[in-house]
């Protein structure tokens, strides 16, 4: 593919409409070669009429261009919109090309997904990719504009319906295969995914890898911008910097990504302020209201939703309420992200047994170093069902993935005894109360009968009494129940109880 150094991206579509004002093919050929991936995203008809229009010569010049025409029949949005894809009903025709195969398949898999219909999306995915990774040499030559925007539509595809392995396999080939016919925009569209896989995944180190392949001196459109400023603003969160968060999200316009809202409302609902926390539930309701069920109770979009429910519920001090949206949502417990949720939501209404159960389930199918197995962890030691030893591993692999938002969940005042670097304590201790979500914990059955005596006025000496125990035991339950819920008073103990509905 030839680079006309004279277009800038931004220019290519103005270029491309006074070169065909001017009947100039040559100039066309050139601006169509340099910025095929803007003009898809951007200017979808201009771009038609343009292959469509090409005299005989520049076609013979251009046999690719077939193709690409052809590609571009297919598709009624850009790249933009994906589930535009018709899902087409396969109808026999003699000697289909390798392109009409995979675009119908390409359409079959994005139309599935758009209804939640996953498992369909995925078999369509998987035998376009057979078909692609089968064909002939001069077949893939031909359609050399086109296949990494369809292996990036079949990323999606394995993405959406929660197969991380084939969406980072695939979304690597688009990669690949951008950069050697030189079509940066798509390279760059791939990279953005990939990072926000590992991002989400709370694999740092590899986001930051692919984010710089993004190559951030392309003048790139929104819609091809979407998962490069997620990353950017998820590791803003994580790294405790959420000015810098809030700046990546703003430039995520709310309707640029048809199928990223759940992905958009991860992050939202990971930046949002207690105020906020009626929005962030509105706002969810609203996206999938009309939806039909499977598209938001499984997958990706599943794994989003399920930590916005738990996010925005603590929010609004109404945490015992998690529980019944996600049985509502029909959002189960398949998943890391998923079963995380339920473990919090169960802690939040004193089922300490099925919170340690689903803990201890994703600490053991997850990395040790992975977002969800850190929180589970944290999540154990506010349970206290994980020795000194176990969370000071946990925070050191907090500290080097530099996964900071997770240690909010430790209460604040152990923040002195992690031994924690001074900077990293620094920012923690100074987290505006706005920011912090607080510790999500649950109380023996014994440090609750004790908390609503509190609450009742009761002393230390009556509670021993009533309870048939010790003072000193009364003594050592009120440090455990101190020490659980982050205070030093009664006071604020029995103001907590109450917000949580445990006294």
């Given at each position: ?19 065909l004002v001017g009947q100039d093919w040559d100039v066309v050929a050139e601006v169509i070669n340099a910025h095929w991936s803007i003009l898809l995203a951007q200017d979808l008809p201009l771009l038609e009429e343009a292959l469509s229009g090409a005299p005989d010569r520049i076609r013979q010049d251009q046999p690719q261009w077939a193709t ?399 309870l048939f125990i010790s003072l000193n035991t009364v003594k050592t339950h009120l440090k455990n129940i101190y020490r659980k819920l982050g205070v030093t008073r009664r006071d604020e103990a029995v103001a907590i109880a109450r917000e949580l509905g445990w006294a």
């Open positions: 593919m030839t680079r006309d150094e004279s277009v800038s991206s931004s220019e290519a579509g103005s270029a491309l409409r006074a070169a690409a025409a052809a590609y571009v029949g297919l598709v009624a949005g850009g790249v933009s919109a994906p589930t535009t894809y018709r899902d087409v009903v396969s109808r026999p025709r003699v000697e289909r090309s390798l392109l009409d195969r995979v675009s119908e398949l390409t359409s079959r898999s994005a139309g599935r997904r758009a209804v939640g219909d996953f498992d369909a999306a995925v078999e369509a995915a998987q035998r376009a990719t057979d078909l692609l990774h089968t064909a002939a040499d001069e077949e893939r030559v031909l359609m050399k504009y086109v296949l990494p925007h369809l292996l990036i539509q079949l990323a999606r595809s394995f993405e959406l319906a929660g197969d991380e392995r084939l969406a980072l396999t695939t979304f690597t080939e688009a990669y690949d295969l951008g950069r050697v016919v030189d079509d940066d925009h798509a390279a760059a569209l791939a990279a953005s995914w990939i990072a926000w896989i590992h991002a989400l995944a709370g694999r740092r180190l590899l986001a930051e890898r692919w984010l710089l392949r993004t190559d951030t001196r392309l003048p790139l459109p929104v819609p091809l911008r979407i998962g490069e400023m997620l990353t950017r603003a998820l590791l803003a969160v994580d790294a405790l910097d959420f000015d810098a968060a809030r700046a990546f999200l703003e430039q995520v316009a709310p309707d640029s990504g048809t199928e990223c809202w759940a992905e958009i409302l991860l992050v939202r609902a990971s930046l949002a302020r207690p105020e906020e926390g009626d929005q962030i539930i509105r706002t969810m309701e609203e996206e999938i209201a009309g939806l039909p069920t499977a598209l938001y109770s499984r997958g990706t979009n599943a794994d989003c939703l399920a930590i916005v429910i738990v996010l925005a519920r603590q929010l609004q001090s109404q945490r015992g309420r998690a529980s019944t949206d996600l049985q509502r949502l029909g959002i189960g417990t398949s998943t890391a992200a998923t079963a995380l949720a339920h473990a919090f939501a169960n802690a939040s209404n004193g089922d300490r047994a099925a919170s340690v159960k689903l803990a201890r389930s994703v600490q053991r199918g997850s990395s040790s170093h992975s977002r969800w197995s850190i929180m589970a962890s944290l999540l154990l030691h506010a349970l206290g069902d994980a020795s000194e030893r176990e969370l000071r591993s946990v925070v050191s692999a907090a500290i080097q993935g530099e996964q900071l938002r997770s240690l909010n969940v430790i209460p604040t005042s152990e923040i002195p005894s992690l031994g924690l670097p001074p900077e990293i304590a620094d920012r923690l201790g100074k987290m505006p109360v706005s920011e912090s979500l607080g510790p999500i914990v649950t109380l023996s059955e014994r440090e609750r009968q004790i908390l609503v005596q509190l609450e009742q006025g009761d002393s230390a000496v009556a509670i021993a009494a009533s």
